[in-house]
């Protein structure tokens, strides 16, 4: 039911903020303030620490966020069942079969309707999880989605884009340092392509959307040696 949803969420996110104090050495939260205070938001993130970058950002928001996830995560029905109680989306790739393809616009309608509603729906833009210290290239998903909101049937124009970065001290278990970054909103009207051509129209949200989260990604070359890399990670992390 719709209620025990609601306190399966709420006691969740409860639990999660008593034990990430115990976890983590230091949660910082940047540009907080700078969230639009009306409307829904889409957070794209980056993804390098697999299912803890979602307990991270959930953690911040006052408002409900529901967040993508593996489609085949939800495969075992008891475990989807518990999974849904806690705002997760299955997201199946369309490249992945073309039978995930209908899949993925009932992954992109679902959103829609919790956009609607006003609650927060976080989407790792990447596509893949991976630990290291750099934005990968991003998919086209996240701008496929903003498209849909946007300028779909029926345009909820007031939803906002967060750029958004997710950076972690190391990926060694408990102790460590963590640092949540909240770029530049993008409106609809950061996009100068005309929606009508839909393919360069996703191009620019991706160059645009590449350009705000990378501002707010820790970025060290994979062959920095140890001792910089060490030093690096300390004076972000000071």
């Known amino acids: 039911s719709l209620i025990r949803t609601v306190l399966t969420y709420y006691f969740s996110r409860f639990l999660i903020r008593l034990g990430l104090p115990i976890y983590l050495k230091r949660l910082s939260v940047f540009n907080f303030d700078k969230l639009p205070k009306d409307g829904s938001m889409l957070i794209a993130s980056n993804h390098p ?33 518990w999974l849904r109680q806690i705002k997760l989306i299955p997201v199946f790739r369309g490249s992945e079969g073309r039978g995930n393809v209908k899949k993925l616009d009932a992954t992109n309608n679902e959103a829609y309707d919790v956009l609607k ?40 124009k007031n939803m906002s884009v967060i750029p958004t970065g997710v950076n972690y001290e190391h990926f060694r278990g408990p102790g460590k340092c963590v640092s949540l970054c909240f770029g530049q909103a993008i409106q609809p009207a950061d996009i100068q392509t005309h929606p009508d051509e839909y393919e360069k129209w996703l191009r620019e949200f991706n160059e645009l959307l590449d350009l705000r989260m990378n501002q707010q990604v820790l970025t060290i070359p994979a062959d920095t040696n140890p001792a910089e890399k060490r030093q690096i990670l300390d004076r972000y992390f000071k």
């Open 117 to 156: 509603n006003g609650e927060s729906v976080v989407i790792f833009s990447e596509g893949v999880c991976v630990n290291e210290w750099k934005l990968r290239p991003l998919g086209k998903g996240t701008a496929r989605m903003a498209y849909q909101v946007w300028f779909g049937e029926k345009p909820l």
């Open 49 to 81: 620490d697999s299912f803890f970058d979602a307990l991270v950002i959930g953690s911040v928001l006052d408002t409900p966020i529901n967040t993508l996830a593996r489609g085949d995560a939800f495969k075992k029905s008891k475990v989807a069942f």
